[in-house]
Every structure is written in C-alpha cells, then in structure tokens.
C-alpha cells in the first residue's frame, strides 16, 4: 500500500510537473512565434521605433495652407501608431521629378512616402521595381471602389499610388471686371481672340500669365493642342502613329503663338514666377488667367478685394474645325502618392495608416473646403462648399470628356523638349515650325 502511496506521489509529480512546462513553454513558444502574444499583440499594429522618410514637393508660399493640412495628416497617423515617426522634406517639384527621384530610383535611395507622379512616371518605375503595390492595402481597408479613378497609377491591373486631389484646369475671371468692360464669357475660339483684342484695347491684361516654369504656359497650349487634335490623336505620338509636325498640330501651335503675338500675357512674363501669377487678377490689372482648380483657394481669402465671391471659371472654348472633343477638359488624377518598394513590413503596417487617415473623409473636406483641391475619393457629403468649388465641380460635371496633362503622356525628353519650346514662342527665340519639328525628331531618338 505504502509502495502503491508513493507511485501515485511520483506520477502526480510527474503530472504537475509536465504540466508546469507545458504551461511556462507554451507562453515562451507562442511570444516568438510572430504575433507577439500579450502586449507584443498591440506592437503587431502599433509599429515601434519605425521611421518614415518623406519627400513632398510643397515649397512654394501659395502651398502653404496645403502643407499645414500634411503636416496634420502625419501628426494624426503618429498619434494612431506609437512609435512612429514621419522626417519630412520639401523638394521643388520639377526639380524633384526630373532629377531627384530619378537619381534616387537608380541609386537606392527612393524616401519611404513621396510625391509622385501618374503616367509614364509610374509606369517607369513600377516596371523597374520600385513601387510598392497598394492593390493589397486597398483590399485589407475595403477600399477597390473608394477612388474615383485610379488609372495613372494603375500598371498591369495593380496600384502603385494614389492621387492626392483631383484638379481641373480652366479659366478663372473676374466677373465684375468682366461686365464692366462689356465683355462675356468666350464660348469659341474666335471669341476668346476677341476677348483678349477688347481687354487689350481697354489697357487690361487679357489672360494673367507666370512663364518662369514652363509648365504654367504648357496648361494653355495643352488645352488648344488637344481641342485642335484630340487626346487620341495626342496619345498617338508616343507610339509613331501621329506626328508633331502633322498640320492640325502644327495649326495649335500657331494658335498659341497669336496670342503671345496679340500681347495676351505680361510683359516679361518669362521672369514671373509661378505664385505672382494670381496677383494680376487680385490687383485688377488682369481680367482671367488659365490654370488648375487648386488656385481657386487664392480668391477664397479676403484680401482680394472684389474677386472675393466674384470670381468665375470656365471650361476652354471650342476650337471650329478641331478633331478633338470640344466640351472636354483638363481634369488630372496624376499628382499623387507613391510608395518605396524596400519598405519593411512594420514601415508597410505605417504606410497603411498613412493611407486611411490621409483619404479620410475628415481630410479629403479639409483639403477641399480649405485649399480648393477637388476630391479624388466618393464624398457623400460635399455641403458647405465655397461658391467658386461649386462653379469649378458644375463645370467639370458638364464636360463630356476628360483627358490627363502633356507630362503625364511623353517621355521625360520629349516632356524637357515641349517645355523648352514653349518658352522659346514666348521668347520669340523658336518658330512653331522649328519647334515642333524638333519634337518630332526628339520623339524618333526617344523611341530608338
């Protein structure tokens, strides 16, 4: 009995001791095994000591309001993710695209989050491998159908960005100026010619105009290519089957260069940077000026004397005889997001909060009451909005067609050439005959 007493003893021991381990190895076991268990849990959500790099190109004084908004979206993902923490950068935009990022894509060195831009852009790097696919991130959020168009940033069926704002380009004019001189708003392009004879004979600036970035003239001259030619037509170019010096194009050219011959713009126009562009209208010496929605924050405030809440836009006029789509526009889902394909899995986990809190509802208002920057996601609630947004967002809901930007569709030698033959027009240094033939054999080397 006494030898039975201490068997049960042992084989007790045995079992609690059994026990005792499988108890102790089974929390040590389940703590490395990757979802961290107990508090390691929250860390599997909650990154920690994770930095984000990020590079935005919001440097000019006129971006100022949007940067603030930025700098909010990153303080909220900080204060949802504990341990994270955003360095940001300010890198001017052209020089950002067409240098920096390049060279940081060929050397390794891509910032985590960065300003980037849809089209050729994208699908350069996405190609190369350097683009984080977001079609993954999109699905965990439930998000496939949030976006209004996805296209720039779409390669092979999946997403490498997201675009920040949705802008459409036009022209913005001064609506008591306007009536004062007895004009109205052109509805062709032959009215458009006689607006800017009218505002010139009655010593006003015809169209406001800043030519020290070239992209800011290219606006215009895209809008009378495009009604002149057709955004097919256009898209031909990349692949052989339209030419640049085709008569229609050669035609658009000319158009552009009447009106630099009319005296439309500014005297020394090339000298005016970009943020003074809008200065001409709010000091009356300008009667409109053609650029994207995301000005019309600058007539929202209420030093602009009588542009505030009488300030129109309007869609380009239709060209007679144009192949293009003449109740079209400008409207671009290119500027946006994009994303270092060498993130870790935590900075991933970042980039994802990033991504919900930056196309919130909360921000995608904010950015849209505040600074005028049209919403790339579906709203259900656009009340409150300033008069001119709704101007701009009636006009965009009017157009039959949309179509992107020039840069969003050329190459980057062919988008440095348009550039520079522009400026050229303007300076009175390049024929549109000489220029667009130098497009097309920029064009023919680009595509050997």
């Not at 979802?35 to 919001?58: A, M, Y």
């Not at 303080?75 to 504990?82: F, Q």
């Not at 675009?163 to 009215?191: C, H, Q, R």
């Not at 209420?302 to 006029?317: H, S």
Request: aromatic share 10%.
């Amino acid at each position: 009995m006494k030898k039975q007493w201490f068997r049960l003893s042992a084989l007790l021991l045995v079992l609690m001791l059994v026990l005792t381990a499988c108890s102790s190895g089974g929390g040590s076991s389940k703590g490395t095994s990757g979802d961290g268990g107990g508090s390691g849990d929250s860390g599997s959500d909650s990154p920690k000591e994770v930095t984000l790099s990020l590079t935005h190109t919001l440097t000019d004084s006129a971006e100022k309001d949007t940067l603030e908004i930025l700098n909010e979206i990153v303080s909220t993902v900080e204060e949802k993710t504990p341990g994270v923490t955003f360095e940001l950068s300010g890198i001017d935009g052209e020089v950002f695209r067409n240098q920096k990022l390049p060279a940081a894509m060929s050397t390794g060195t891509t910032p985590d989050v960065f300003d980037l831009f849809g089209g050729s852009d994208t699908q350069r790097y996405a190609k190369a491998g350097k683009l984080l696919d977001l079609t993954p991130i999109l699905e965990e959020l439930g998000w496939q159908d949030r976006f209004l168009d996805l296209s720039s940033f779409t390669v092979d069926g999946k997403v490498y960005g997201l675009p920040i704002a949705v802008s459409a380009e036009g022209f913005f004019y001064n609506k008591k100026m306007v009536g004062e001189l007895g004009l109205s708003v052109p509805k062709t392009w032959d009215d458009l010619l006689n607006f800017v004879t009218k505002a010139k004979a009655a010593g006003k600036i015809p169209i406001s105009m800043a030519s020290k970035a070239p992209w800011v003239p290219g606006m215009l001259l895209n809008a009378i290519i495009i009604h002149n030619v057709g955004i097919d037509n256009f898209k031909g170019l990349t692949t052989g089957e339209y030419k640049w010096t085709n008569d229609q194009m050669l035609k658009a050219f000319k158009e552009f260069q009447k009106l630099v011959d009319m005296g439309a713009f500014p005297e020394g126009n090339l000298g005016i940077p970009y943020p003074e562009m809008a200065s001409y209208m709010i000091r009356g010496d300008a009667v409109m000026e053609y650029t994207g929605s995301w000005d019309a924050k600058l007539f929202f405030k209420d030093k602009v004397g009588d542009l505030k809440g009488n300030t129109g836009f309007f869609m380009f006029p239709s060209v007679p005889g144009g192949q293009g789509v003449q109740d079209s526009m400008n409207v671009n889902f290119a500027n946006g997001w994009g994303f270092s394909a060498d993130v870790t899995d935590a900075q991933k986990k970042a980039i994802k909060t990033f991504i919900k809190v930056a196309y919130s509802d909360k921000f995608v208002k904010e950015r849209l009451k505040t600074i005028g920057y049209l919403s790339p996601v579906k709203l259900k609630d656009v009340s409150g909005l300033n008069p001119l947004m709704s101007d701009i967002t009636k006009t965009m809901e009017k157009s039959s067609k949309w179509w992107p930007a020039y840069d969003a569709i050329v190459n980057d030698k062919v988008h440095a050439a348009f550039n520079t033959g522009i400026q050229q027009m303007l300076g009175g240094v390049k024929t549109p005959e000489e220029i667009v033939k130098h497009l097309q054999e920029v064009t023919n080397q680009s595509s050997q």
